[in-house]
Each structure stands twice: as C-alpha cells, then as structure tokens.
C-alpha cells in the first residue's frame, strides 16, 4: 500500500514533466506535420536561459523570460527555416530540424561550456511539502505539479475559448481547409510553433534544476518525448496528456514489480533453468528494462493502431 | 554520375594533410604521445578535461628535463566515443612511429585498442607501440584480455570494490547496490558482492538493482525501494547523470543513507550533487587536492593549487602525472626510445609518487598497484570543489599492498 | 521532394557494345580505377610501408558507401525514412565476428573472401524479423517503429553478453587462414581491396535491383501510395521485400567492418551510426544513385579529417545538412546532375566564369564564418585545451577585436557578394536553359 501510493505520486510528477515536455510537441507535429527533433534542444536552451537569467535576476523572472526567449527563437526559426523548407516536403522539414538539433548542441557547449551548471531550485521551494510514509514530498516537485496543471489547463481554455484557439484547433484536424477558409495559416503555423517552444523552454525552465542542466540533455531527453507524442496521437492534446502518465507510471511501477517474463511462466506451469534457450532473455526482471518499456509499447502500439491512443488524424 | 574532378580536389586535399602529418613527425625529436578520447559530442568534457591536466603535467615534465634529454608531445585525436576512430587513431599512430598510444575513457574503446595493439604489433615488429591505459577500468583488460603491451595505469573495477567495502564503518551492517546494465556496471555488482562475503561477512545486501545505462530520469522510485529496505549506505558504480540523479532523487526524498559512489569526484559531479550533499556523499578516487593539505606535502599542494587559478577546475588526475613519471623512468631506464625495450623496462617498476607513497608496475598482469582513497563531499576543507564551498576530506586511505589482488592473466610475452 | 533520376538508363543509348558501355559506366570505372590506385600515392617510400590511417579511412569510405546505398534503397527509392538502419549495419558486423571466431576455432569453414556474406545473410535475416513489424505501417509510423527498434537493439547489445560480448563486444581476427587466394589479411591494403572487390559487387547488385520490377515498384510506392495499389502490387509487400533487401546489403557494410576493424560492439547498432548514415545519404543525394557514394566520402572526410582539426566540425557538418535541406534538397549529387542537360549539350564552359564569380565571394563568406565559429569555440573550450590558435603560421590572439572585426567583415562581404554574384548566376543559369530548351524543340 505504501509503496503503490508513493509509486502513484512518483509516477505522477514524472508523467507531467514528460506532458510539459510533450505538448508542445503535440502541438506541432498535429497542426504542421513536423517532428521537430530540435524540440528537446528547445527544452535544453531553456533550461540554459533559465540559469542565466535566475543568476541575474532570480527564478521567478526567470519563470516568464526563458520561455518568452524560446518561443522568440522558435518563431525565427518557423518563419525564416521552416517556411522556405516547407516546401521540399515533411522529411525535408524532420531533417532540418536534426540539422538543428546538431548546431544548438554545439552551440550550447561553446557558450556555456561541456560541464553541467549550477542550475539549483530556489531556496523558497527547497523545502519539504509533506511526508508520506516516511519519505519527503519535496515542495519543488508540488509546484512542478502545479506548474503543469495550469498550463494543461492554460493550453485546453485556450484552445476551447478563443478565437485563435478554434482556428488551430480546426487547423489541427483540416489544415488545407482551414487556408480555403481564409486564415492567415502561415501565421497561425508561426504562432503555433512558437507556442510550442515556449512550452518546451517552460519545461525546461521546470526541470533544468530538478534534473541535470548539461549539454547532453537534449540527446537523453529526446527519444522518450517523441515516444509520448506519438503514443498519444497526432491532433490529440488529451491523448498526450494520457500518454504522458501512462509512460510515466509504467517506467515508475516497472521499478517497483520484481518480476520477470520467467515468473510469469512459472504461474502457467512452464519452468526455465539456466540452461533453457534464451534464458538470459526470460529471466529479466522488470526493474532492469524498465526505462525500455515505453519503447516497446511504441512499437506494438503503431503496429495495431498507426494513430496512436486517441489520434485524430493519420500520420 | 561522379565528375572526375571531384576526386582530383579529394586527393589533393588529402595529399596536403598528409604532407602536414609527415611533416610533423620529423620535428625536433620529440617523444609523441597519441591521446585519443572523446573531444566533441555528449562526453566532450571527458576528453576536454584530461586533455586540460595532461597538458599541465607534461610541461611540468619536460621542465624538468623530459626523458634522455627528449620533450613529450601529446597528439590528441578525437574517437567521438566510437571505437573504429579510436583504431583511426591507432593507425595514424603507427604510421608516425608513435611509441605510445593512451587512451582514458570507455572500456569498449579500450577492448578494441588492446586487441588492435596485439594485433598489429605482433604483424608489424618493426613498428610496435605501447598502449597506455590512464582509466578505463573493467576488470578484464588486466585479466582475461590482457596483453604484453597494455598498461593500466588506474585501479581496476575490481580494486576499487574492494576499496569501497573496506570504507564501509563497522555499524553499517545493511546495504543496497544499483549499478548500470552493462559489462562495468556488472562488474561492480559482482565485485562488491565477493568482498562483502571475503572481508565484511556481517554485512546483508538488502537490495541489489540493475538500471538501463543513461535511459532513467526519474530515480524516485527506486528511493522508494532503497527506503523500504532499510539500507544504511548505497553502493553504487553509476556516473554520469545516472549518479547525479540518483543522489539528488535520494537526498530531495530525504533518504538518510552514505552514498559510495566511483565518480562523484570527476567533473560536474560536486557541481551537480551540490550543498545538500554535504556528509552523504563519498567517493573512491586516487586523488583530491586536500590529500597534500592533510598530509602536509606543501610542494605538491602548491603544484595543484597553480593548475586551480589557471584553469575553472580542479586538479583530480594525479594519476597522469604517475603516469608520465613511470614513462619517464622507464624510457631513461631502457636508455632508449624503442618500445620493445621501454616496454620491458616498465613492467615491474617501482616509484615514488607526488604523495609520497610507492607506485608499483606488476610484472604479470600490467596492473597498476597504488594506495586509494576514499573521500567524503563536506564543508570545512581548504579547497573547495568547482565553487560550491564544499570539498573532499579523506575519510579511509587503502594502502597499495591491500589491493594486490590475484588475476586471472596468462600474459604472452614477445619472444 | 523534387528529384530528378538521372539515370543511365533513361538516356538514350548512342553506341553498343564497349565504347557504349564505357560511355555509360566511365565515370564508374575510372572511381573504380582511382580507389584502386589511391593507397599508393600514399606509400611510404622511406619505410616501404603504406600509410595505414589513408588505408583505414579509405576502407571506412568503401564499407560506408555500401552502408549509405543501401540505406538509399529505404529513403530515396522506397520513400521510407527509417532511424535503425544501423541495427542491420551492427548485427551482420556481429554475425560475422562470431562467424570468424567459429572458423577459427574449426567448427566451422568458410574462405576469407566470402565471409561479408554471412554478414549480410546476417542483416537479412533480422531485417526479416524486424522488417515483417516495421513495414506494416509507412511514413511517419514506420520512422517512429524504427526508432524504437533501434534503441530496443542498442540497450540489449550493452546488457546481453552470449551474442553481444556486452561493453567489451566480440572482437576477432581476420587472419583465419581459409583465403582462396592464399593471403593472409594480415596488412591492412589486402583487406582494403576485398572491400573494394565487394563495393564494386554490392553496387553492381544494387544498381540492377533498381532496374527489376521490384525497384521499379518501390519507386512507384514511394511516389504514389494509392496508385501503385491499383497496379495490382500489394505495396506493405513490395515495403518489406525492399525493407529486407537492404538489410542484406547493410549485414554486408557491417561484415566489411567487422573484417577491417576485428571488433564489433554496440556503437556499431547505435542511433549515431543510423544518424550518420541518414546524413551521408541525404548530403550525398537521394535521387541519384551514386548520391550516397559521394556523400559517405564526404561526411568520412569530414569526420575523420577535419575532426582533427577543429572541435567545431559538427557545426560544420550540422550547417552543411541545413543548407542542403533548404536550398539543396537533391544532395551533392542531385546539384551535379542538374548540369547534366548543359554538359550533354556541351555548354558547360559558358559556366566557368559565372561559377568563378559566385566561388570567390563564396570561399571568403565561408573562411569568415570558420574563422568566427574557431575563435568562439576557442574562447570556450580550445583555450583551455593549451592550444595556441595558429593559422598558417600566424597566432591570433582571441580575446583581443582584431580577428572578430577580420571574421566579421570576411563574413559580412562574402555574403553581399554572394547574394549579387547569385542572383547573377541564376540569370546566366536559366538563359541557358532556355537556350537548350529551345534548341531540343529545334
């Protein structure tokens, strides 16, 4: 009981970096097609702003400049890379944004160094929020909570509420007919994907201190992301927001349930020795390839169902 | 269709390098060292780093006089972490008549260059080269894989457990392991386990776990289960943010554990841990620069403290300056600069080392014998580390006769 | 994507017999006849032996080729972009190890010149098993299963230890004793011209499998999904039949691998090793055939050359993939195809001088941009390193103006008359297209 709840909550925080991260990305890839792999590199340079400006004028300045930073970057990106690759077509466009990826890399290992930096939480939120069974429920992680909370919730009024916000969500599902019905749509690309950035710089803001701020946490960072997306399903932001904790409580509760593919046998009857084929493959328990495990129900996902969980459109 | 004269400019331009390349092996007599480390993509400041130190020490070397009257030059070539740029390295080694070749970060690279060094010096005895290891660590290379012309100059994964497990107080009496999933990380898990039942029988591993290398982000869960198992001290081989994050998911849960780690002392690592660390966190290192503080050798302390104002970092690869010490030695011994005979005046060399302690080259397996030290992360120490007001403050010192383990080495030596 | 398929086949033939065919395969044979050539222009003479890192690279230039055609077979002529193609590269590089290891130890014989075959059987075969999950879906589905794939393969290749010798991989010797020829592959040139022998084979193959129906179907796949289903082919079918093909082609870079560099571990499954081959092939060209070719020398050069010289060549080669993205999208070779109508019209020269003048403004926008790009990367990490920046001689201080205000104007100049110089280009470009437009109606 104790170990589900604490699983439960773990799961949660985890799963709702994975959605901050994500969104924006969903966003993107719904309304425009792109799989921007520079989105975890967004995430990256957020994080890298966030440390400059919190050393300068503090966190909570910080909060509102990094990412209003990253959806700057990211309409200058859109309006002079993306538009003109547009039309070469979606792979030229996925391929431009690894180019992307690539030079921010390097670009952030030549401003600020190979070395992570002492990105640290803010002494107001460095405290314990509550105890549960023992183990500390630090404040920080509450306010990542609430920090994601509002925007899911900030994002859904948005996008329900406002005129803007029925264009692309209109856009998301029927882009071309939204063009024949007048819309400025290149603007409504640009707002979009800078929209995006800024979610992701947000992200990057949150978790920067919470994880490692290094050069490398692009490159980590990234692969799991593109797996939430797509889980969740082009068009969808709910179907990301449910992507999102089911990846996160699958990793969390993998860690906690010590079983293996051999065990689960062993309740049919069918005993594996050290000699069976394949035995070093059976008798992984499920903490070890844990982290894995969202990778696999990728692949089974996309096999029976290309549009993923709760996709609106086909890819 | 491919123009013709796209490969005219090819191999003019490939020309050009190799007139430089030839060029430069020419030059005033230097004896050249081939360093190859990653110096560019996600583990740049490895290379970036060692590169730093190594520069510092041998200008201090060739200061004082270099080996038969020859400077050292250090000819870095970047492997991008893959193995087939590290032979690359290898080859353009040899064609220059390198005598040595050092290589410090990633045991897979090193399994490849050892096997690549036996390879072409038993094709090639006219040309061999030396392959000296300044830290890649799995247990193996000094065993089952060892060769005649490999030396290790840094405790193996193997040495260093038993290190660990020598550290741990007599009133720990439960502990938890968590390593990666691969050959090293397995390695520790292994190692540490055989010398907890040799030297610590009291001691019960309450947990032992195996994570995906570089793939968890989120470390909580796993403190929950540290948590619940009520271990006392956590053992662990991680590095990278595979032990940052761990040790910041354990210290925000407020896990009330020691923390025995292999490179919380490496760059970016105090960094990362920071203040709340303070007392928690140990590491296993051959060096930190309050060991001279503590035992009072002023003229190295003040040969680390001059590399701290030069450089943003602190010095924490003591052990190169071994190296070049015991190249030093063993080229004056051989009075000569072929590697078969420095080869044969390296293995079983003994000298002193910026410590004061005795550093010895075992003859069977090329196994560095050194004296180690387990550090602990806190406040109060003269020099801090990266700028965050806390330091390593030696807490046990193993002696190099103690880690004189057996190996499994059945070396082939050149006839 | 816009590509143009210049293609031997589709120009109409002049001659038969051999004047034809060396009309129509010159170019091959004289690459052929350079990279048989090339090692000796690096012979040692003082020490009678040849360079072996001009030998290594030359070997990692052939096996990439094959590597990035055969990843060609799934980008450019299926339209299917997929991010573990190095699976197949890394496990017909592991079956060959293992394979040289039994023949070495007897439970086993296989003669040396045949070995890259068990390799691409190797590839084959998982290209198999892994094809049959990817192919059922296209685009966007099949790029993430891919993905997925590929780090599945890489996290079980650092945790197995049977089939992967883990950290360490499984290393081997080549010198197995069972040459046809009688060599014993001890020297690095012997290896190179087995590779080369096998380059020449595999790109022969695969050239002719563009030809068949099945190559000829892919294309239509790629290029209209619903169409080619009314031609009667099922096109997940023709999908997978292409998926796996390349996959043997890949099992046999990776076998050539395994042969030149006796160790195979996990980088060679790893997402660097299927980013690197997405780069050569989309730098080269996608449209051409011999596109990737010029891309895998390229992007070798790059990474083996000018790594050494500068820290920066990521951004270089990140930049290089960008402006062929935007402006480029056919590759080096797709540029260089569309000079084709003007070379067959022998109009070539009138280009010399346009090119001359847009190659100077060009050449100094991108010494200043290197310039800048060495002296902040310096500034950061180069300094540290106790490198002395030194430019032919000259060491130029970073921290003073001098060399920014000089990399500054390089760039700013350059790049003005680039843009006039361009736009002049493209006046001179489309005048003489129109020349042999009107010509051809003529």
């Known amino acids: 009981m104790e170990l589900l709840l604490v699983s439960l909550l773990n799961g949660l925080v985890y799963g709702m970096l994975l959605f901050m991260l994500a969104s924006g990305l969903t966003l993107i890839f719904s309304m425009m097609g792109v799989l921007n792999f520079a989105h975890a590199s967004i995430y990256m340079l957020g994080a890298y702003f966030a440390y400059d400006v919190s050393r300068h004028l503090g966190f909570w300045p ?8 990253c959806g700057l970057l990211g309409a200058l990106i859109e ?26 890399e390097k670009a952030v290992q030549m401003i600020w160094g190979l070395l992570p930096v002492p990105y640290r939480v803010p002494a107001a939120l460095d405290r314990t929020l509550f105890h549960v069974y023992g183990t500390n429920f630090p404040a920080y992680r509450g306010f990542m909570l609430l920090v994601s909370a509002l925007m899911f919730l900030a994002i859904w009024l948005m996008l329900t509420r406002t005129r803007m916000g029925l264009v692309i969500q209109a856009a998301l599902t029927h882009p071309e007919m939204v063009g024949a019905l007048g819309h400025n749509v290149p603007r409504v690309f640009t707002t979009v994907f800078a929209g995006g950035c800024a979610l992701a710089g947000l992200a990057g803001v949150i978790g920067g201190n919470y994880l490692v701020t290094e050069p490398s946490m692009a490159f980590t960072m990234g692969p799991i992301v593109f797996v939430v997306v797509v889980f969740g399903g082009l068009g969808s932001l709910a179907g990301c927001f449910i992507a999102s904790l089911i990846m996160g409580f699958v990793q969390t509760f993998a860690v906690v349930l010590e079983y293996s593919l051999a065990d689960a046998l062993a309740a049919v009857g069918i005993k594996i020795t050290a000699s069976t084929p394949l035995a070093e493959l059976l008798t992984i328990p499920l903490p070890r390839i844990g982290a894995l495990l969202p990778f696999v129900m990728l692949i089974v996902i996309l096999l029976f169902r290309p549009r993923g969980l709760m996709g609106t459109r086909d890819t | 269709m491919i123009k013709p004269c796209r490969w005219k400019a090819f191999t003019l331009a490939l020309a050009a390098t190799l007139a430089l390349a030839a060029g430069d092996a ?95 010096n038993e094709r090639n005895p006219d040309n061999r080269i030396i392959y000296v290891n300044c830290g890649a660590v799995a247990t193996e290379l000094t065993n089952e894989k060892c060769s005649y012309w490999h030396y290790r100059m840094d405790a193996h994964v193997g040495m260093k457990a038993e290190t660990m497990v020598r550290a741990l107080p007599k009133d720990v009496t439960r502990v938890y392991l968590l390593n990666q999933d691969y050959l090293f990380g397995q390695s520790v898990q292994r190692d540490v386990k055989t010398f907890l039942a040799k030297l610590r029988p009291d001691v019960k591993v309450v947990g032992d776990e195996l994570i995906p290398v570089g793939k968890v982000k989120d470390f909580s869960p796993y403190v929950s289960k540290i948590k619940a198992s009520g271990a006392q001290a956590l053992l662990t081989g991680n590095w990278g943010p595979d032990m940052t994050l761990l040790i910041k998911a354990g210290m925000d849960a407020g896990l009330d554990i020691r923390y025995y780690t292999m490179y919380a002392h490496l760059g970016g690592g105090a960094t990362a841990i920071g203040p709340q660390g303070n007392g928690k966190v140990r590491s296993i290192m051959a060096f930190h620069e309050n060991i001279a503080v503590e035992t009072g050798k ?3 302390e003040g040969w680390t403290r001059q590399f701290r104002t030069q450089h943003k970092f602190d010095f924490y690869a003591a052990g190169f300056r071994t190296i070049f ?5 063993a080229i004056n011994k051989a009075g000569s600069t072929d590697p078969n005979k420095i080869a044969a005046a390296l293995e079983g060399l003994t000298i002193t080392d910026l410590l004061g302690h005795q550093v010895t080259m075992r003859k069977d397996d090329h196994q560095i014998l050194s004296e180690y030290f387990v550090g602990v992360f806190t406040k109060g120490v003269k020099y801090d580390s990266e700028g965050t007001g806390l330091g390593w403050k030696t807490e046990v010192t193993v002696p190099a006769k103690d880690l004189d383990q057996p190996n499994t080495c059945k070396m082939k030596r050149p006839t | 994507m816009n590509e143009t398929l210049a293609h031997p086949g589709t120009r109409p033939v002049a001659t038969a017999g051999l004047a034809g065919f060396l009309q129509r395969h010159g170019a091959w044979i004289l690459a052929l006849a350079v990279a048989l050539v090339l090692p000796w222009l690096f012979y040692d003479w003082s020490r009678a032996r040849h360079s072996g890192f001009v030998v290594a690279m030359l070997s990692q230039m052939s096996m990439m080729a094959i590597f990035a055609l055969s990843y060609n077979m799934q980008m450019g002529q299926a339209g299917l972009l997929s ?160 998926f796996t093909l390349s996959g043997f082609f890949a099992g046999i870079a990776g076998a050539l691998y395994a042969l030149t560099y006796e160790i195979v571990t996990f980088d060679a499954v790893a997402g660097a090793m299927s980013a690197n081959a997405l780069l050569m092939t989309y730098i080269g060209g996608v449209g051409v055939f011999a596109g990737p070719v010029v891309g895998a020398v390229l992007i070798t050069l790059l990474q083996s050359w000018v790594s050494l010289l500068s820290n920066s060549w990521l951004v270089y080669v990140g930049l290089l993939f960008i402006l062929m993205v935007t402006f480029a999208p056919g590759g080096i070779a797709g540029l260089i195809a569309m000079h084709d109508p003007i070379w067959r019209s022998k109009r070539l020269g009138r280009l010399a001088v346009p090119y001359a003048r847009v190659l100077v403004p060009g050449l100094i926008a991108v010494a200043g941009f290197v310039l800048l790009v060495e002296l902040c990367s310096f500034l950061t990490i180069g300094a540290a390193q106790g490198k002395s920046f030194k430019l032919s001689g000259l060491t130029i201080d970073p921290q003073r103006p001098g060399a920014w205000l000089v990399g500054g104007a390089l760039l700013a100049l ?3 008359g680039l843009w006039r110089e361009g736009r002049g280009f493209r006046a001179v470009w489309e005048s003489l297209m129109e020349e042999i437009k009107a010509a051809g109606r003529a």
């Open chain 3, 83 to 242: 991010f573990g193609h190095a699976v197949f590269f890394g496990l017909g590089g592991y079956c060959t190890a293992h394979v040289l290891n039994a023949v070495k130890e007897g439970t086993f014989w296989l003669p040396t010149e045949l070995v890259p075959l068990a390799g691409g059987l190797g590839g084959l075969a998982f290209a198999m098993v892994f094809g049959y999950v990817a192919t059922k879906q296209r685009a966007t589905a099949f790029a993430m299963i891919t993905l997925g794939i590929g780090e599945l393969v890489t996290a079980c290749a650092l945790m197995f230890k049977t089939f992967f010798g883990g950290e360490g991989g499984v290393s081997t010797n080549r010198m197995i004793g069972t040459s046809l020829f009688g060599l014993g592959y001890g020297p690095g040139i012997q290896v190179y011209y087995l590779i080369v022998a096998w380059t020449v084979i595999a790109i022969a193959l695969m050239h002719l499998l563009t030809r068949t129906p099945l190559g000829r179907m892919a294309n239509a796949c790629r290029d209209n999904y619903e169409r080619a289903q009314f031609v009667g082919y099922d096109p997940s079918m023709v999908r997978f039949v292409q």
């Open chain 1, 62 to 69: 910080a909060l509102v400049l990094a990412p209003a930073l």
């Open chain 2, 325 to 329: 010490e015991f190249l030093q030695a």
């Open chain 3, 414 to 416: 350059g790049g003005l």
């Open chain 2, 26 to 120: 020419f030059a005033e007599g230097n004896i050249k060292v081939a360093y190859t480390d990653p110096l560019s993509g996600p583990f740049a400041q490895v290379g970036d780093q060692n590169l730093q130190q190594l520069r510092y020490i041998i200008d201090w070397v060739n200061g004082r006089g270099g080996a038969l009257g020859r400077k050292f030059e250090l000819v870095a070539f970047d492997n991008k972490s893959q193995p087939s740029d590290a032979l690359l390295a290898l080859k353009s080694a040899t064609d220059q008549n390198m005598p040595f070749i050092m290589q410090c970060s990633g045991s897979n690279i090193a399994a490849a260059l050892i096997e690549a060094v036996d390879k072409h």
């Open chain 2, 298 to 300: 002023t003229d190295t």
């Open chain 1, 79 to 104: 309006m002079h890379g993306l538009r003109r690759v547009h039309r070469n077509g979606h792979i030229a466009e996925l391929l431009f944004t690894f180019g992307l990826a690539f030079i921010i």
